[in-house]
């Protein structure tokens, strides 16, 4: 997930965008906005850039795995029909 320094840049560069006219309220926004990214990242279905890497990794040694048994598969097929003449 986000780390939490960005979210509170994020909160900081909101609260900033507040007119100079509210710079009181301008914390108490921060921590609204910090809190509002807070709980809309965790209702997401997202992953750590680990667990994106290891499955990643995985993703790649399927397809070399299927990749060599669609090669096999063609040439046992291949030895079936120069048997089979």
Known sequence: MIDVQSIDAIAQRLAN??????????????????DVLTQG????????????D????????????VEQC???IAELEARLADTGR
């Open 17 to 34: 965008a507040v007119p100079p006219g509210l710079a009181q309220a301008r914390e108490d926004l921060a921590d609204n906005f910090r």
């Open 41 to 52: 990242l965790r209702r997401l279905d997202l992953v750590t850039r680990e667990e994106f």
């Open 54 to 65: 290891v499955q990643r990794q995985v993703l790649a040694r399927t397809r070399e795995r």
């Open 70 to 72: 669609e090669q096999r």
